[in-house]
C-alpha cells in the first residue's frame, strides 16, 4: 500500500521557515514522518522539504480549525520573532516580540483540541535565566532549577518563561503531552546571517568571509570577553528528536559546556578562513556577561552530550556563509 499522510506519523511544525523549524521538517522527513509546515515565510536559503507548507500567520487563532483533520502525532512550536543581540537586546522590539510570540503561544495550547492526540513541544530559551547568576565570564552554570527567583535580562526571556508556564498548566490541567527545551545558542548553516537578527557566529562568520583574502579587521561588540556556549543545529535537533520520544515534562537544557569568550571565537574563525584578522571593539549590546549550559541533567534523562565541539560546527557554518558570499559578489 502507498504511504500517505493517513497511514504514516504526521508532525506539524510552527515556524518551519526558520532556523531550527527548517531543520526539524528535514529531519522529520527523514525519519518518515508526514510533515506540515506553517510560517509567515518561506525557509530563506532553501526550499522546504515539507509535504505541505502552509504561508499563514500564527498570531491569527481562526486558522488553528484547520489542523484538526489531520489528526496530527506531533506539534513542534519553533514559531517566534526573535533573533540574536541586534534585535533582543536593544529595547526597541519588545512590543512586537511580547505580542506576537505570546499570541503563538496561547494560539497553540489554546487550541490543543485541534491536535487531540499529539505531544506539543515548545522551543524555550536559555534566556529565561536570571541575569544576577550570569555575571562573571569566568564561571556559570545554568542549572534548570537555577531559573527562580525569575529576572531575566530581556523581554525575549520573560515571554518564554511565561510560555513555559503555558505549555506546563496544559500538561497539568488538561493531560496533554509536552515537551520543553531551553536551547543555549544553536546556530548553523541556513540560518540568518545578514540582518540586525543574525546571532553572533553567524555574524562573524558573515565579517571575516568579507575580509580581503590577507585579512583585516572587524568590529565585535562589547569588550569581547563576554563567554558564551554555543550548540551546532544537528545536535540540537537530535536531543529534541530523544526528548521528543521521551517521557520526561520538565524544561531542559539543549546546549553545550564548552563556553568560549567572543574574542576567542573570533580567532577560531580567522584560523578556519586562513585570515589575519584584527579586532576593533566597540560599543553595541551584548546582553549579560556569561551564558553556559549545564548539561547534567539532560545526560541524566536522555543520556545526550553534543557530538559536534565548536570549532567543527564553526568550520561548516564559515564554509556555508564563505560560499554564499562568494554567490552573492
Known amino acids: 500500500m502507498t504511504e500517505t499522510k493517513y497511514n504514516r506519523k504526521k508532525a506539524l511544525v510552527f515556524g518551519a521557515g526558520g532556523f531550527i523549524g527548517s531543520h526539524m521538517v528535514n529531519q522529520l522527513r527523514k525519519e518518515g514522518y508526514w510533515v506540515m509546515g506553517v510560517d509567515i515565510k518561506h525557509p530563506e536559503f532553501s526550499p522546504s522539504q515539507a509535504n505541505f ?12 480549525r484547520f489542523f484538526k483533520s489531520y489528526d496530527f502525532d506531533e506539534v513542534y512550536q519553533f514559531a517566534a520573532n526573535m533573533g540574536g543581540a541586534g534585535f533582543v537586546f536593544v529595547g526597541r522590539n519588545d512590543f512586537e516580540i511580547l505580542t506576537n510570540n505570546v499570541a503563538i503561544n496561547v494560539n497553540t495550547v489554546a487550541n490543543y483540541g485541534m491536535y487531540p492526540r499529539a505531544k506539543i513541544f515548545f522551543a524555550s530559551s536559555a534566556c529565561v535565566y536570571p541575569q544576577e547568576i550570569q555575571q562573571d565570564a569566568s564561571h556559570v552554570s545554568l ?23 503555558l505549555y506546563q ?7 496533554v503531552k509536552i515537551a520543553i527545551a531551553r536551547y543555549h545558542n544553536i546556530f548553523g548553516p541556513e540560518g540568518d546571517y545578514q540582518s540586525e537578527r543574525a546571532k553572533a557566529p553567524a555574524a562573524l562568520c558573515r565579517k571575516i568571509a568579507q575580509l580581503p583574502e590577507p585579512g ?12 558564551r ?12 528528536r530523544l526528548l521528543m520520544k521521551s517521557d520526561y515534562q ?25 585570515k589575519d584578522v584584527r579586532i576593533k571593539h566597540v560599543d553595541g549590546p551584548t546582553g549579560v556577561k ?30 556555508w556563509i564563505d560560499r554564499n558570499e562568494n554567490i552573492v559578489t
Request: charged content about 25%; glycine content about 6%.
Open 53 to 64: 507548507f502552509w504561508i499563514n500567520d500564527l498570531t491569527d487563532p481562526t486558522i488553528y
Open 143 to 165: 542549572v534548570e532549577s537555577s531559573a527562580y527567583p525569575a529576572n531575566p535580562d530581556s523581554d525575549y526571556g520573560w515571554e518564554k518563561l511565561f510560555s513555559e508556564h
Open 169 to 175: 498548566a496544559l500538561a497539568r490541567n488538561k493531560g
Open 216 to 227: 583585516g579587521e572587524i568590529e565585535v561588540w562589547g569588550d569581547g570577553k563576554q563567554t
Open 229 to 240: 556556549s554555543f550548540l551546532f543545529i544537528d545536535d540540537c535537533i537530535e536531543a529534541t
Open 250 to 274: 520538565e524544561p531542559l537544557n539543549i546546549g553545550s559546556e564548552e563556553m568560549v569568550s567572543i574574542d576567542e571565537m573570533v580567532n577560531m574563525i580567522a584560523k578556519i578562513s586562513f
Open 290 to 319: 556569561a551564558r553556559n549550559s549545564e548539561n547534567s541533567l539532560i545526560k541524566k534523562v536522555l543520556g545526550w552530550q553534543p557530538k559536534y565541539c565548536l570549532f567543527e560546527g564553526l568550520d561548516i557554518l564559515y564554509d
